[in-house]
């Protein structure tokens, strides 16, 4: 399924459209049983060296506050997403099995939800089970900051609090391609307090 983006109309988010739209090309491809072609929809970004973290300070459904420092040594997978984008529902259950069996291994799995109010999403959870912890992005301003502004997005943080990775469009958390970005991550030492 292909990512779906929140502003076409930016010029300089050309070359990231053309990734998805590829993507979206290719899974279709997949599904329509045509032999001979790779099946990718993802695509794994580093987070460049020489840009800052951004701030991060969001509250979850029941009002407690999340940020960045109070999760210090841990490693973060903030997952961006929208109750209307269709690869964002396909990948949370295999995002909420991970996120289940890494717990043991120092990993926090927040969904950030992207502006849409806390009765849309707390509607959405009631017909749709889902228990990693849900974070209000309500004025959009983390996913415009974090995210190239497709969705699914996840940004994936390190124990020593720097983003590592970007991956934009659906991914099996339970695969190979997920246990090979994290793995490295989770082995890292953990920071001391």
């Not at 292909?2 to 590829?22: F, K, S, V, W, Y």
């Not at 460049?48 to 109070?70: C, M």
């Not at 973060?76 to 396909?90: G, K, S």
Request: glycine content about 6%.
């Amino acid at each position: 399924m292909m990512a779906m983006r929140i502003d076409e109309r930016q010029p300089e988010l050309a070359t990231t459209r053309r990734r998805t739209l590829g993507l979206g090309a290719a899974a279709l491809c997949v599904m329509a049983g045509w032999p001979g072609v790779a099946r990718a929809a993802h695509v794994v970004r580093s987070w460049p060296a020489a840009k800052p973290v951004p701030a991060f300070d969001l509250v979850d459904l029941d009002g407690a506050r999340w940020n960045l420092a109070a999760l210090g040594g841990r490693v973060v997978v903030l997952n961006f997403w929208a109750t209307w984008c269709e690869p964002c529902r396909l990948e949370m259950p295999s995002l909420e099995a991970m996120a289940a069996r890494r717990q043991k291994d120092g990993v926090v799995v927040a969904a950030v939800n992207y502006r849409e109010t806390p009765e849309v999403v707390r509607r959405y959870l009631e017909r749709h089970s889902f228990k990693v912890p849900v974070l209000l992005d309500l004025d959009g301003d983390a996913a415009m900051t974090w995210t190239p502004r497709v969705f699914p997005s996840t940004v994936l943080i390190g124990r020593d609090g720097r983003p590592v990775h970007t991956v934009l469009g659906e991914l099996d958390w339970d695969g190979v391609d997920a246990q090979a970005l994290l793995d490295p991550m989770i082995s890292a030492p953990r920071r001391s307090t």
